[in-house]
């Protein structure tokens, strides 16, 4: 984990290729550090490249893919490699995404999501 002398609080953001730039926007009104797949030129890139761009940006990444990366997150855990987040959402509408991925940026601090896999829960909508 972070060493006690370079607290990180705040939590940046890579969106992943499959995930609406209008998050990374929102979250850039909002005041955020973001980054997407898109911006960096890394569309059409494998998720393994994705996920390692993440990290060397210190990035937690934003995706849909939850089977890909739930396998690259113990893949990571079983080599003791270090990443800073990977939260997975069901495919929604971009507002409804957003929405709960605040709810985690409002509760974690960006050295609580090291090496952290979570899951943005929705309720059903009638």
Same mark, same amino acid.
């Given at each position: ?7 990180? *609080? *705040? ?5 992943? !290729? /499959?995930?609406?730039?209008?998050? $990374? =926007?929102?979250?850039? !009104? ?5 980054? %997407? ?8 890139? %494998? ?8 990290? %060397? ?20 855990? /079983? ?18 995404? $957003? /929405? ?6 409002? =509760?974690?601090?960006?050295? !609580?999501? !090291? ?8 309720? /059903?909508?009638?």
């Amino acid at each position: 984990m972070a060493s006690q002398s370079a607290l990180r *609080l *705040l939590i940046d953001l890579y969106i992943d !290729e /499959n995930v609406s730039d209008l998050i $990374a =926007r929102i979250f850039i !009104e909002r005041g955020y550090d973001v980054m %997407s797949a898109k911006m960096v030129g890394m569309l059409g890139a %494998s998720d393994e490249r994705q996920l390692a761009c993440a990290v %060397s940006q210190k990035r937690a990444i934003v995706t849909h893919n939850r089977d890909h990366y739930s396998k690259l997150h113990q893949e990571y855990v /079983n080599q003791h490699r270090l990443h800073y987040g990977i939260i997975i959402s069901k495919v929604r509408r971009p507002m409804d995404v $957003a /929405n709960r991925l605040q709810k985690i940026l409002d =509760r974690f601090t960006a050295d !609580e999501m !090291e090496m952290r896999i979570l899951f943005l829960r929705y309720r /059903n909508i009638r």
